[in-house]
Protein backbone atom coordinates (compact mmCIF):
# COMPACT_ATOMS: atom_id res chain seq x y z
CA UNK A 1 0.00 0.00 0.00
CA UNK A 2 1.42 2.92 -1.01
CA UNK A 3 1.22 6.37 0.86
CA UNK A 4 1.43 10.15 -0.51
CA UNK A 5 1.48 13.23 1.98
CA UNK A 6 0.15 16.62 0.57
CA UNK A 7 -0.93 20.25 2.16
CA UNK A 8 -3.14 21.40 0.01
CA UNK A 9 -6.83 20.80 -1.53
CA UNK A 10 -6.04 20.56 -5.04
CA UNK A 11 -3.47 17.66 -4.13
CA UNK A 12 -5.16 15.21 -1.93
CA UNK A 13 -6.87 13.23 -4.01
CA UNK A 14 -7.49 9.87 -2.62
CA UNK A 15 -7.92 7.16 -5.53
CA UNK A 16 -9.29 3.51 -4.77
CA UNK A 17 -9.83 1.52 -7.54
CA UNK A 18 -11.45 -1.89 -6.98
CA UNK A 19 -14.05 -3.23 -4.78
CA UNK A 20 -12.18 -4.63 -2.14
CA UNK A 21 -11.45 -3.56 1.10
CA UNK A 22 -8.79 -0.68 0.94
CA UNK A 23 -7.28 0.54 4.02
CA UNK A 24 -9.75 1.08 6.71
CA UNK A 25 -12.22 -0.42 4.45
CA UNK A 26 -13.06 3.12 2.85
CA UNK A 27 -14.82 1.98 -0.45
CA UNK A 28 -17.47 -0.42 1.99
CA UNK A 29 -19.08 2.36 3.56
CA UNK A 30 -21.87 4.06 2.85
CA UNK A 31 -22.50 7.51 1.62
CA UNK A 32 -23.43 8.84 4.91
CA UNK A 33 -20.29 7.04 6.48
CA UNK A 34 -17.85 8.90 3.90
CA UNK A 35 -19.68 12.03 4.13
CA UNK A 36 -19.29 11.51 8.03
CA UNK A 37 -15.28 11.06 7.02
CA UNK A 38 -14.85 14.69 5.49
CA UNK A 39 -14.56 11.87 2.48
CA UNK A 40 -16.45 13.09 -1.41
CA UNK A 41 -16.58 9.95 -3.48
CA UNK A 42 -16.81 10.86 -7.60
CA UNK A 43 -17.98 7.28 -9.83
CA UNK A 44 -16.64 7.21 -12.88
CA UNK A 45 -17.66 4.58 -15.52
CA UNK A 46 -16.63 4.28 -19.20
CA UNK A 47 -16.30 2.48 -22.72
CA UNK A 48 -14.82 2.79 -26.02
CA UNK A 49 -14.82 1.20 -29.47
CA UNK A 50 -18.80 0.34 -29.02
CA UNK A 51 -18.89 0.16 -32.61
CA UNK A 52 -22.96 0.29 -33.03
CA UNK A 53 -23.26 -2.92 -30.60
CA UNK A 54 -26.77 -2.21 -30.29
CA UNK A 55 -27.78 -5.73 -28.99
CA UNK A 56 -25.22 -8.35 -27.47
CA UNK A 57 -23.45 -10.47 -29.34
CA UNK A 58 -25.08 -13.79 -29.96
CA UNK A 59 -25.44 -17.30 -27.90
CA UNK A 60 -23.30 -18.96 -30.38
CA UNK A 61 -20.85 -16.36 -31.06
CA UNK A 62 -17.32 -18.06 -30.39
CA UNK A 63 -15.89 -14.92 -28.13
CA UNK A 64 -18.24 -13.03 -26.49
CA UNK A 65 -21.42 -15.68 -26.38
CA UNK A 66 -24.51 -12.98 -25.14
CA UNK A 67 -22.01 -10.30 -23.91
CA UNK A 68 -22.10 -6.50 -25.11
CA UNK A 69 -24.93 -4.81 -26.56
CA UNK A 70 -26.57 -1.41 -24.87
CA UNK A 71 -29.21 -3.33 -22.53
CA UNK A 72 -27.50 -5.23 -20.28
CA UNK A 73 -25.21 -2.22 -19.66
CA UNK A 74 -27.46 0.42 -19.31
CA UNK A 75 -29.09 -1.74 -16.39
CA UNK A 76 -25.83 -1.86 -14.72
CA UNK A 77 -25.30 1.82 -14.91
CA UNK A 78 -29.18 2.40 -13.55
CA UNK A 79 -27.72 -0.13 -10.85
CA UNK A 80 -25.13 1.48 -9.69
CA UNK A 81 -26.53 5.15 -9.74
CA UNK A 82 -29.08 3.83 -7.50
CA UNK A 83 -26.24 3.14 -5.50
CA UNK A 84 -23.65 5.87 -5.50
CA UNK A 85 -24.62 9.79 -5.44
CA UNK A 86 -21.69 11.11 -7.99
CA UNK A 87 -21.42 8.96 -10.98
CA UNK A 88 -19.83 10.47 -14.18
CA UNK A 89 -20.47 8.06 -17.45
CA UNK A 90 -17.64 8.67 -20.65
CA UNK A 91 -16.60 7.43 -24.04
CA UNK A 92 -13.70 7.35 -25.83
CA UNK A 93 -14.68 6.88 -29.26
CA UNK A 94 -15.56 4.84 -32.18
CA UNK A 95 -19.13 4.69 -30.97
CA UNK A 96 -20.10 4.63 -34.62
CA UNK A 97 -19.60 1.27 -36.98
CA UNK A 98 -19.85 -2.40 -36.95
CA UNK A 99 -23.37 -3.48 -37.28
CA UNK A 100 -26.19 -3.05 -39.73
CA UNK A 101 -28.02 -0.33 -37.05
CA UNK A 102 -25.16 1.72 -38.12
CA UNK A 103 -25.82 1.21 -42.06
CA UNK A 104 -29.35 1.87 -41.58
CA UNK A 105 -29.47 4.53 -38.74
CA UNK A 106 -26.12 6.30 -39.39
CA UNK A 107 -25.54 6.90 -35.79
CA UNK A 108 -28.97 8.13 -34.75
CA UNK A 109 -29.51 5.39 -32.49
CA UNK A 110 -26.74 4.89 -30.93
CA UNK A 111 -26.77 8.74 -29.64
CA UNK A 112 -30.16 8.65 -28.20
CA UNK A 113 -29.25 5.26 -26.51
CA UNK A 114 -26.29 7.05 -25.24
CA UNK A 115 -28.39 10.10 -24.05
CA UNK A 116 -31.25 7.98 -22.71
CA UNK A 117 -28.38 6.30 -20.15
CA UNK A 118 -27.13 9.94 -19.61
CA UNK A 119 -23.42 9.85 -20.40
CA UNK A 120 -21.88 13.03 -20.14
CA UNK A 121 -19.01 12.97 -22.64
CA UNK A 122 -17.63 11.04 -25.45
CA UNK A 123 -14.22 11.76 -27.71
CA UNK A 124 -14.09 11.43 -31.22
CA UNK A 125 -12.65 8.31 -32.80
CA UNK A 126 -11.43 7.43 -36.28
CA UNK A 127 -14.65 5.65 -37.47
CA UNK A 128 -17.41 8.24 -36.18
CA UNK A 129 -16.29 9.93 -39.60
CA UNK A 130 -17.27 6.93 -41.47
CA UNK A 131 -20.10 8.55 -42.79
CA UNK A 132 -18.35 12.35 -42.89
CA UNK A 133 -18.48 15.26 -40.91
CA UNK A 134 -21.48 16.01 -42.48
CA UNK A 135 -22.82 12.80 -40.71
CA UNK A 136 -21.78 13.79 -37.38
CA UNK A 137 -23.30 17.01 -37.35
CA UNK A 138 -26.59 15.36 -38.51
CA UNK A 139 -26.41 12.68 -35.59
CA UNK A 140 -25.20 15.68 -32.63
CA UNK A 141 -29.04 16.56 -32.47
CA UNK A 142 -29.45 13.58 -30.99
CA UNK A 143 -26.84 13.55 -28.30
CA UNK A 144 -27.46 15.34 -25.17
CA UNK A 145 -23.99 14.86 -24.04
CA UNK A 146 -20.68 16.90 -24.80
CA UNK A 147 -18.62 15.73 -27.89
CA UNK A 148 -14.78 17.03 -26.46
CA UNK A 149 -11.32 17.09 -28.50
CA UNK A 150 -8.41 19.21 -27.97
CA UNK A 151 -6.13 18.35 -31.37
CA UNK A 152 -8.37 18.54 -34.09
CA UNK A 153 -8.99 21.76 -35.60
CA UNK A 154 -12.27 22.32 -36.77
CA UNK A 155 -12.38 25.54 -37.66
CA UNK A 156 -12.95 25.39 -41.50
CA UNK A 157 -15.23 22.51 -41.37
CA UNK A 158 -19.27 22.21 -40.36
CA UNK A 159 -17.69 20.66 -36.93
CA UNK A 160 -16.15 24.49 -36.12
CA UNK A 161 -17.69 25.55 -32.36
CA UNK A 162 -19.87 22.83 -31.90
CA UNK A 163 -16.53 20.47 -30.49
CA UNK A 164 -15.48 21.66 -27.33
CA UNK A 165 -11.82 20.67 -25.84
CA UNK A 166 -12.83 19.91 -22.82
CA UNK A 167 -15.61 20.19 -20.55
CA UNK A 168 -15.57 20.87 -16.43
CA UNK A 169 -18.12 18.99 -14.36
CA UNK A 170 -18.92 19.33 -10.53
CA UNK A 171 -19.85 17.02 -8.37
CA UNK A 172 -20.16 18.00 -4.50
CA UNK A 173 -17.70 20.73 -5.16
CA UNK A 174 -15.58 18.58 -7.02
CA UNK A 175 -14.33 20.31 -10.30
CA UNK A 176 -13.67 17.51 -12.52
CA UNK A 177 -12.19 18.34 -16.09
CA UNK A 178 -12.58 16.15 -19.06
CA UNK A 179 -9.97 16.78 -22.08
CA UNK A 180 -10.18 14.60 -25.09
CA UNK A 181 -7.60 13.66 -27.72
CA UNK A 182 -7.96 11.77 -31.30
CA UNK A 183 -5.76 10.28 -33.73
CA UNK A 184 -4.60 11.30 -36.99
CA UNK A 185 -6.75 10.70 -39.61
CA UNK A 186 -4.94 10.90 -42.35
CA UNK A 187 -4.16 7.16 -43.58
CA UNK A 188 -7.26 5.76 -41.61
CA UNK A 189 -10.39 8.28 -43.10
CA UNK A 190 -10.23 8.98 -46.52
CA UNK A 191 -9.56 12.66 -46.65
CA UNK A 192 -13.11 13.83 -48.26
CA UNK A 193 -14.62 12.49 -44.82
CA UNK A 194 -12.50 14.37 -42.84
CA UNK A 195 -12.38 17.54 -44.85
CA UNK A 196 -10.36 20.24 -43.43
CA UNK A 197 -9.48 18.82 -40.28
CA UNK A 198 -5.94 19.97 -38.80
CA UNK A 199 -4.68 17.27 -36.51
CA UNK A 200 -2.29 18.87 -34.15
CA UNK A 201 0.02 17.04 -31.84
CA UNK A 202 -2.02 15.22 -29.13
CA UNK A 203 0.67 14.79 -26.49
CA UNK A 204 1.34 18.95 -26.94
CA UNK A 205 -2.62 19.73 -26.61
CA UNK A 206 -3.65 17.33 -24.14
CA UNK A 207 -0.47 19.12 -21.96
CA UNK A 208 -1.85 22.38 -23.04
CA UNK A 209 -5.64 21.94 -21.88
CA UNK A 210 -4.83 19.72 -18.68
CA UNK A 211 -2.82 23.12 -17.86
CA UNK A 212 -5.85 24.90 -18.40
CA UNK A 213 -8.08 22.73 -16.74
CA UNK A 214 -5.75 22.78 -14.15
CA UNK A 215 -4.72 26.10 -12.86
CA UNK A 216 -7.50 28.10 -14.75
CA UNK A 217 -10.44 26.14 -14.13
CA UNK A 218 -8.99 25.30 -10.88
CA UNK A 219 -10.02 21.30 -11.73
CA UNK A 220 -9.16 19.32 -8.51
CA UNK A 221 -8.69 15.93 -11.09
CA UNK A 222 -8.50 15.30 -14.95
CA UNK A 223 -9.53 12.87 -17.27
CA UNK A 224 -8.07 12.57 -20.71
CA UNK A 225 -10.57 10.67 -22.92
CA UNK A 226 -7.98 9.02 -25.58
CA UNK A 227 -8.38 7.71 -29.07
CA UNK A 228 -4.65 6.88 -29.63
CA UNK A 229 -4.29 3.60 -28.49
CA UNK A 230 -2.92 1.75 -25.65
CA UNK A 231 0.17 0.94 -28.13
CA UNK A 232 0.89 2.35 -31.35
CA UNK A 233 3.82 1.36 -34.32
CA UNK A 234 6.45 3.46 -35.24
CA UNK A 235 6.43 5.19 -31.45
CA UNK A 236 3.24 7.28 -32.53
CA UNK A 237 1.32 8.82 -29.93
CA UNK A 238 -0.63 6.41 -27.64
CA UNK A 239 -1.37 6.35 -24.04
CA UNK A 240 1.45 5.07 -22.82
CA UNK A 241 3.37 8.04 -24.46
CA UNK A 242 0.86 9.99 -23.48
CA UNK A 243 1.02 8.81 -19.38
CA UNK A 244 4.89 9.44 -19.27
CA UNK A 245 4.68 13.40 -20.98
CA UNK A 246 1.54 14.56 -19.44
CA UNK A 247 1.89 17.09 -16.48
CA UNK A 248 -1.58 17.21 -14.86
CA UNK A 249 -3.73 14.48 -16.09
CA UNK A 250 -4.89 12.03 -13.04
CA UNK A 251 -6.30 9.11 -15.71
CA UNK A 252 -6.38 8.34 -19.28
CA UNK A 253 -9.14 6.18 -20.52
CA UNK A 254 -8.58 5.10 -23.69
CA UNK A 255 -9.75 3.26 -27.01
CA UNK A 256 -8.52 2.61 -30.54
CA UNK A 257 -6.42 -0.51 -29.78
CA UNK A 258 -9.50 -2.58 -28.10
CA UNK A 259 -7.16 -3.60 -25.34
CA UNK A 260 -9.21 -5.37 -22.47
CA UNK A 261 -7.03 -4.35 -19.34
CA UNK A 262 -7.79 -6.50 -16.56
CA UNK A 263 -6.67 -4.05 -14.04
CA UNK A 264 -5.11 -0.48 -14.86
CA UNK A 265 -2.19 0.29 -15.23
CA UNK A 266 0.36 3.04 -13.93
CA UNK A 267 2.83 5.12 -15.53
CA UNK A 268 4.96 8.12 -14.03
CA UNK A 269 4.35 10.97 -15.49
CA UNK A 270 6.97 14.07 -15.96
CA UNK A 271 6.70 15.32 -12.33
CA UNK A 272 7.21 11.22 -11.15
CA UNK A 273 3.81 11.67 -10.01
CA UNK A 274 1.32 8.27 -11.23
CA UNK A 275 -1.00 8.08 -14.04
CA UNK A 276 -3.51 5.72 -14.26
CA UNK A 277 -4.27 4.24 -17.69
CA UNK A 278 -7.32 1.92 -19.02
CA UNK A 279 -9.59 0.48 -21.21
CA UNK A 280 -12.01 -1.68 -21.79
CA UNK A 281 -11.91 -3.58 -25.07
CA UNK A 282 -14.87 -3.19 -27.42
CA UNK A 283 -18.18 -3.76 -28.43
CA UNK A 284 -19.47 -2.80 -24.67
CA UNK A 285 -18.54 -6.45 -23.25
CA UNK A 286 -17.09 -4.71 -20.14
CA UNK A 287 -17.89 -1.40 -18.63
CA UNK A 288 -15.15 0.39 -17.17
CA UNK A 289 -15.10 1.64 -13.15
CA UNK A 290 -13.12 3.62 -11.13
CA UNK A 291 -14.09 4.77 -8.06
CA UNK A 292 -12.14 7.90 -6.43
CA UNK A 293 -12.38 9.38 -2.92
CA UNK A 294 -11.74 12.83 -1.92
CA UNK A 295 -10.47 13.60 1.34
CA UNK A 296 -12.21 17.04 2.19
CA UNK A 297 -9.98 17.80 5.04
CA UNK A 298 -7.59 21.07 5.00
CA UNK A 299 -4.59 19.80 6.39
CA UNK A 300 -2.08 16.49 6.72
CA UNK A 301 -3.62 14.99 4.06
CA UNK A 302 -2.50 11.16 3.44
CA UNK A 303 -3.99 9.19 0.20
CA UNK A 304 -4.09 5.17 -0.01
CA UNK A 305 -3.37 3.92 -3.65
CA UNK A 306 -4.70 0.44 -3.55
CA UNK A 307 -2.65 -2.14 -4.80
CA UNK A 308 -6.03 -4.41 -5.51
CA UNK A 309 -7.42 -2.57 -8.97
CA UNK A 310 -10.47 -3.05 -10.42
CA UNK A 311 -11.45 -5.55 -12.47
CA UNK A 312 -13.82 -4.10 -15.11
CA UNK A 313 -17.22 -5.56 -15.21
CA UNK A 314 -18.27 -8.33 -17.17
CA UNK A 315 -21.28 -7.81 -18.83
Same mark, same amino acid.
Given at each position: ?16 ? %???? *? &? #?????? @? +?????? =? ?27 ? %???? *? &? #?????? @? +?????? =? ?230
Amino acid at each position: MAEFNYQNRRDFLKFVF %GTAC *F &S #AGLPML @S +QNELVK =KGITKITILYTNDVHSRIEAFPLNDPKYP %GLGG *F &S #ARAKLI @S +QIRSEE =KNVLLLDAGDVFQGTPYFNFYSGELEFKLMSSMGYDCMTLGNHDFDLGIDNIVQQMQYANFNIINCNYNFENTNLNNKIKPYRVIIKDGIRIGILGVGIELAGLVPSNLYQEIIHQHPIEKANEFARVLKHEEKCDFIICLSHLGYTSENKKPNDQLLAKETENIDVIIGGHTHTFLDQPVFFQNKKNKKVMVTQVGWAGVWLGRIDVLIDNNNFGITTHASKSLIKNIRL
